[in-house]
């Protein structure tokens, strides 16, 4: 069975924030935006919700794949910031879509989220649940940053990425309920889609990312909640991306009996610049090899892999028969990779 993506898509809403802009609102500057994150600008939501930013990039993915929304089965939303408590984001995109036949969940892994949602659908069909699923992953991370707090307000955006992912019975890497990898026997030779897949997560680790949502004791105390906003120790955060990065793009290679010089591209969550550059330089690998958006549009979250690979995929630097890995990070603290055979 070959499960692969077939089409991608992505939005980031029109409106760009730039560097100089928040140095107006607080004490910074382009030059320490740039030099320490990568980052120019971002995209911030001008009324668009995360259903939005997720409906505009889910249409472009189905056209991508040549698919129409009533053939899709399950939609994945991959967010930290839905618009509402209940309906999930998954739902309201549904609606929109007009996928009559789908069920629809949202999955919350915040960066990693695009990963354990791809994770999700590669599971649901290797089993044979499920043949075509929807997933995406978008948030809207203006609504929950402290526009007041310089420390992070300059790192995030808004933004959504898209892709259709389908199950084709037969060709190489077997047949339903049979992953490409087996256990300790390496990547089924010749096998093509998602390769192989690893997720991973530290609970303990949460606060140094974390945003509280509403206040607990609301009956009891008689407060009216207020919603918490986005913390972060960023140097934490920073040491714990360059060591888990490489430890799990080493992992998912040598599980799937691949090398690091098979692959083309590393499709990596866009954080900051300079953590990109430390994971290839631990990995010995040049930048050439790490595509990167992150200076247009900041860290977009769970929209962050997506949007990236439908730039890549778009812009036409994807060939049939590249090894890419995917990899992400986020609160959690989260992790999660693939290694996909385009
Ligand atoms: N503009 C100007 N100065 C700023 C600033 C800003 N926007 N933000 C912080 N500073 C100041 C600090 O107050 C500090 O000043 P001090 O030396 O007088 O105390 C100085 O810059 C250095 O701060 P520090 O936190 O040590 O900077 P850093 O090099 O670690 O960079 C981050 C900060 C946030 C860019 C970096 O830690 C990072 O990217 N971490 C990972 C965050 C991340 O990716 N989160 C999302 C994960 S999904």
């Given amino acids: 069975m070959r499960i692969k993506i077939a089409g991608t898509g992505s939005y980031a809403p029109e409106h760009v924030v730039t560097n100089e802009d928040l140095a107006g609102i607080v004490d910074t500057s382009d030059e320490w935006i740039k030099s320490r994150t990568g980052i120019s600008q971002r995209r911030i939501s001008d009324g668009i919700g995360t259903s939005g930013m997720a409906v ?24 930290s910031t839905p618009d509402c408590h209940f309906p999930s984001g ?23 989220g695009f990963l354990f949602a791809l994770n999700t659908a ?25 526009w007041s707090d310089r420390s ?46 690893i997720m991973g997560a530290d609970g303990w680790k949460g606060p140094v990312l974390s945003c509280e949502s ?13 919603m918490g906003y986005l913390s972060m120790d960023g140097q934490e955060v920073f040491k714990f991306a360059v060591k888990k990065m490489p430890e799990v793009i080493e992992q998912l290679l ?19 610049y300079r953590i990109s550059e430390s994971i290839a330089k631990r990995l010995k690998i040049s930048m050439e090899r790490i595509p990167m958006n992150i200076s247009r549009y900041g860290n977009t979250s769970a929209g ?20 890419l890995v995917l990899a992400g990070f986020g609160a959690g603290l989260t992790w999660g990779a693939a290694l996909i055979r385009w």
């Fill in 122 to 146: 590669y599971s649901f069909i290797i089993s044979g649940f499920y043949r075509n699923v929807l997933v995406i992953g978008a948030d809207c991370l203006s609504k929950v940053v402290d």
């Fill in 254 to 272: 040598e599980e799937s009996g691949m090398k690091l010089e098979q692959v083309k591209y590393l499709v990596l969550h866009q954080a900051n």
């Fill in 152 to 197: 992070t307000c300059v790192l995030f955006g808004d933004g959504a990425g898209a892709a259709v992912v389908t199950g084709e019975a037969g060709g190489q890497g077997g047949d339903f309920g049979k992953p490409c990898v087996e256990q300790g026997s390496g990547c089924v030779p010749g096998a093509s889609g998602i390769l192989h897949m």
């Fill in 90 to 112: 998954a739902c309201q995109v549904q609606g929109e879509l007009g996928a009559v036949h789908a069920a629809a969940y949202d999955i919350s892994a915040a960066c990693s």
């Fill in 214 to 226: 509403r206040t607990v004791g609301n009956f009891l105390t008689g407060t009216k909640p207020e």
């Fill in 304 to 323: 962050s892999v997506p949007l990236l690979l439908d730039e890549l995929n778009r812009e036409g630097k994807l060939k049939e028969g590249d090894l």
């Fill in 56 to 79: 505009k990039a889910s249409e472009r993915a189905l056209a991508n794949a040549g698919m129409k929304a009533e053939e899709i089965q399950l939609i994945l939303l991959a967010t």
